[in-house]
């Protein structure tokens, strides 16, 4: 399952993540079986996700090779819960990894513990944005008063032999 974030609203800061609109992101479910697909769908759409399907580890790998989606967040929901299954998933590229059977009140759960994540991380980006850009502009600051002190040395030369 994956969730991403449309661009048409400025990023909330990460302690706003409960007022997320969930008309907002949009959900993959993948899975093999239909009825499944069918309940998380239809428990999903009901509180107002966006959902699509496509079906297991090929739709992770096809996430994660896709520039596009590399970075949304994936929810494995699956029926194989032996240790190396679950660390093959997580291995591919899976945030989250839930076995069957489920609730879901704890997929829920983990849907807006995801979101919590993706509020965090899109919060990060954007201060690491701002702070690469304050160091460009005090970089560029420095150089032109180094700039302007040397401009000012040569024209106290210049002033000087002027007045002679």
């Not at 107002?48 to 790998?61: K, P, W």
């Amino acid at each position: 399952m994956s969730i991403e974030k449309s661009s048409t609203e400025p990023v909330r800061a990460p302690q706003d993540w409960r007022q997320v609109d969930p008309r907002e992101f949009r959900i993959l479910i993948a899975d093999d079986l239909e009825d499944t697909r069918y309940v998380i769908r239809k428990s999903l759409t009901k509180i107002g996700y966006q959902v699509s399907e496509a079906h297991g580890l090929s739709a992770l790998r096809e996430i994660r090779s896709d520039p596009r989606l590399r970075s949304a967040y994936v929810i494995m929901l699956t029926g194989k819960s032996s240790l190396k299954e679950k660390i093959e998933g997580l291995e591919l590229g899976a945030d989250d990894y839930v076995t069957k059977p489920f609730m879901l009140s704890e997929l829920k759960a983990r849907v807006l513990a995801g979101i919590r994540l993706k509020a965090v991380h899109r919060s990060l980006c954007e201060t690491q944005e701002i702070v690469v850009r304050r160091e460009k502009l005090a970089t560029i600051g420095a150089l032109a008063a180094g700039v302007a002190h040397e401009f000012n040395n040569i024209m106290g030369s210049i002033s000087g032999y002027a007045q002679l």
